[in-house]
């Protein structure tokens, strides 16, 4: 083997041994910067699922709190319309001790009656709730219900004659019907 061929062969066994060993660096390094981006998404991984089960425990702390509102809502929601009655009852109360005295002046009782029932009209009108009272007015089978019809020269007919009860409406819904009676359809003719 001449000197160039053993030079050749050194160089290319230095060049594969570089090489091998730049390889093996490589590997390393990639490794390496494989751990590093592993570990930074295991970071991330591990911040997101922190964040949802903060999250889950927060949404569960808003059901427990929104349930809890709820059912207090649904427990105290008459507590402003008792308010507003509170005063209604004392009067009453006021007018049945005075009508237990026997020097009771009744025009006075009547007097009080037709404040505390003002008073009770005008409590239950703040929350929504109208009475129904049509005299004279047509009649509306949503809101009346006819107990009996009569023939009436005087009023047209299908129109409320008489209220027997009044009915109410609580924010324009029917609660109850008004009870009237009705003009019949032969109203105001004559057979002759």
Known sequence: MSESEQNQD??????????????A???????????????????KADENWDQ?????AEMENIR????RDLANAHKFALEKFAQE?????????????????????V???REGTEMTLKMFESAIEKFGIQGVHPHGESF??????????IDSEEHAPNTVIDVMQKGYLLNERLVR?????????NSGKNDK
């Open 85 to 105: 009655l509170l005063p209604v009852i004392d009067s009453m109360e006021m007018g049945v001790a005075a009508a237990q005295d026997e020097n009771t002046d």
């Open 25 to 43: 660096e490589n590997e390393e390094m990639s490794i390496e910067a494989l751990q590093a981006k592993l570990e930074e998404v295991q970071a």
């Open 64 to 67: 427990r709190r929104s349930e």
């Open 140 to 149: 509306n089978p949503d809101h009346h219900q006819a107990m009996s019809m």
């Open 107 to 109: 025009s006075k009782l």
């Open 177 to 185: 019907p008004a009870m009237v009676v009705v003009a019949s359809a």
């Open 52 to 56: 949802l089960v903060r999250t889950k």
């Open 10 to 23: 050194v160089e290319t066994e230095m060049e594969e041994t570089v090489s091998e060993e730049s390889a």
